[in-house]
C-alpha cells in the first residue's frame, strides 16, 4: 500500500444550498472530517469554504453553453457537429481545471457526486471519465439518480457518451448507489458491481427544540396560533406529485387551509409551479413559496428579513407531506424522522423496496388521497400520545439503519479498498 489517504475532492455541477446532491456531500464530508480526512470541492457553483474551493463556472449545468448542449440534445435525436465540437472544447476545459484541482489541493481519492450518474453535464463527465482513465485516479462514484430513471432523457442525442460516461466502468472506479433498485438496474445494464450506501442523517445527536426565532417563521406565512403548518420539504417539480398534498390540505377543511413549500423549481422550469398555482386556486388552498427565505444559515437581510434554516422549517412543522411519485432515495423522509413531526408519504418504489420494511410508522398512501388517509392524518393529530409514539419509534428505526454511523463503516471501509488499487 502507499501512502494513506488524506485530501478528498468532490466533484459535481452544483455544490450549493439544500438540493439532495448537495445536502448528502455535506453529510459524506462531516463523516470523513471527523475521520480526519480533509474535503475539497470542484463545481460550477459553490457555498463551502473558498480556502477548500474550485470554482469552474461551466461546471454548472446553468451554464449558457451547458443548457444550450442539452437543448440541442435533449428530446432530439441527432445532434450537429457544432454541438459535438462544443461539447468536447467544454469537455477538455474541464479536464484540464480538474488536474489543476488535484495538482493545487493534492488530492488523493475523488467523490464525483450524480456528475457520472445523469448528463445535465456531458461535458463534465466526459472530462472525469478520461482524467480518471488517463491516470486510474481512485474513485468512488457516488450516483444519486441515473439517465435512465428520467424521461427526459429517453430520447436523446448523446447516447454515444452515455454509454461511455455515465457511469463509465473503469477498475479504479468504485460505485455507489443510494437504493437498491438502481443499483439492480446498474449490474443489469452496465455490469457494474456496486455498493449499496443510502442517504443518512446523524441521528445520534437529536435536534434542538424550537425557539422564538423559528417561531417566527409561522407568522411570516400567515399562520396563528391555531392554525396547523402543513410543509411541503421538496423542490417543485412534477414528480413530486404536490397536487396531492394540495388535496390533503383541502380535505382537512381547515379554517386557514395552507401548504407551505421549502424549496424551488430548480432546473425544471416554471409550468408546475404554475400548474400547482392553479390546481390549489381551485381547490381553495392557499400556498406559501419560502424558499427564498431558506438558507444554510440563520441571518437577517439587509432589509431586515429573517433567512431560517431547513431545520426552523421543520421544526415550525405540524404536518409534512411527502407523496412523490418517485424518489432516488428520500432525504425529505429522514428530515422529517430526525426532526420528529409525523408524515404522509406515498408508496413511491424505493419507499417499498428500501424504506418500509424497516417498520416505520408513518401514514401511507398509494397513489391517491383518500378520505381514509384524512382520517388516519386526524387521528394522530388530534391525539399527543399517538403522535409521540410514532416520532419516537421512527427516530429509533432511523438511528439504527440510516444514521452517519452507517454511512461510516460503508464509506470507510470503500476508501481502505481504494488505497488498494
Request: a negative charge; charged letters at 25%.
Amino acid at each position: 500500500m502507499g501512502k494513506r489517504f488524506k485530501n478528498i475532492g468532490f466533484v459535481s455541477t452544483r455544490i450549493a444550498g439544500t438540493d439532495g446532491v448537495s445536502l448528502e456531500i455535506e453529510k459524506w464530508a462531516a463523516v470523513l472530517e471527523r475521520n480526519d480526512y480533509e474535503c475539497f470541492y470542484f463545481a460550477g457553483l459553490l457555498d463551502r469554504p473558498a480556502e477548500r474551493s474550485f470554482l469552474v463556472e461551466e461546471a454548472f449545468f446553468d451554464h449558457p453553453d451547458i443548457q444550450l448542449i442539452n437543448e440541442n440534445c435533449v428530446h432530439q435525436r441527432t445532434r450537429t457537429a457544432e454541438t459535438t465540437e462544443l461539447i468536447y472544447k467544454i469537455k477538455d476545459q474541464l479536464k484540464e481545471k480538474l488536474y489543476e484541482f488535484i495538482n493545487y489541493f493534492d488530492i488523493d481519492l475523488l467523490i464525483p457526486e450524480n456528475a457520472l450518474a445523469i448528463p445535465m453535464n456531458v461535458p463534465l463527465g466526459l472530462a472525469l471519465t478520461e482524467l480518471i482513465a488517463e491516470t486510474n485516479f481512485p474513485t468512488i462514484a457516488h450516483h444519486h439518480d441515473f439517465y435512465w430513471e428520467r424521461n427526459r432523457y429517453l430520447i436523446n442525442a448523446f447516447e454515444d457518451f452515455l454509454q461511455m460516461a455515465f457511469p463509465p466502468d473503469l477498475k479504479s472506479i468504485q460505485h455507489v448507489v443510494i437504493n437498491s433498485l438502481a443499483g439492480i438496474q446498474l449490474s443489469h445494464r452496465k455490469g457494474i458491481s456496486n455498493t449499496l450506501i443510502p442517504n443518512v442523517y446523524d441521528f445520534a445527536n437529536p435536534p434542538g427544540g424550537s425557539d422564538t426565532y423559528c417561531r417566527q417563521l409561522r407568522k411570516t406565512v400567515g399562520l396563528g396560533p391555531e392554525d396547523l403548518f402543513i410543509l411541503q420539504p421538496t423542490r417543485v417539480v412534477p414528480r413530486k406529485w404536490i397536487e396531492r398534498a394540495i388535496e390533503i390540505v383541502a380535505q382537512l377543511k381547515l379554517s386557514n387551509p395552507t401548504l407551505v413549500i421549502s424549496h424551488a423549481s430548480g432546473d425544471e422550469g416554471d409550468l408546475y409551479q404554475q400548474r400547482i398555482r392553479e390546481y390549489a386556486d381551485n381547490l381553495g388552498v392557499r400556498l406559501e413559496f419560502i424558499d427564498h427565505l431558506v438558507g444554510p444559515r440563520r441571518v437577517k437581510t439587509s432589509s431586515g428579513q429573517r433567512i431560517y434554516t431547513i431545520g426552523d422549517v421543520y421544526r415550525c412543522a405540524d404536518l409534512v407531506t411527502y407523496p412523490s411519485g418517485y424518489e432516488g432515495f428520500g432525504n425529505a423522509f429522514l428530515e422529517t424522522i430526525y426532526y420528529q413531526k409525523p408524515i404522509v408519504v406515498n408508496r413511491y418504489s424505493i419507499y417499498i423496496a428500501d424504506i418500509e420494511p424497516k417498520g416505520f410508522d408513518v401514514i401511507s398512501f398509494d397513489g391517491f388521497v383518500s378520505s381514509e388517509t384524512i382520517d388516519k392524518i386526524r387521528e394522530v393529530l388530534n391525539d399527543p400520545k399517538r403522535k409521540q409514539h410514532m416520532v419516537e419509534t421512527n427516530y429509533e428505526l432511523a438511528r439504527q439503519f440510516f444514521s452517519y454511523e452507517v454511512l461510516e463503516r460503508k464509506l470507510l471501509h470503500l476508501i481502505d479498498e481504494a488505497q488498494r488499487i
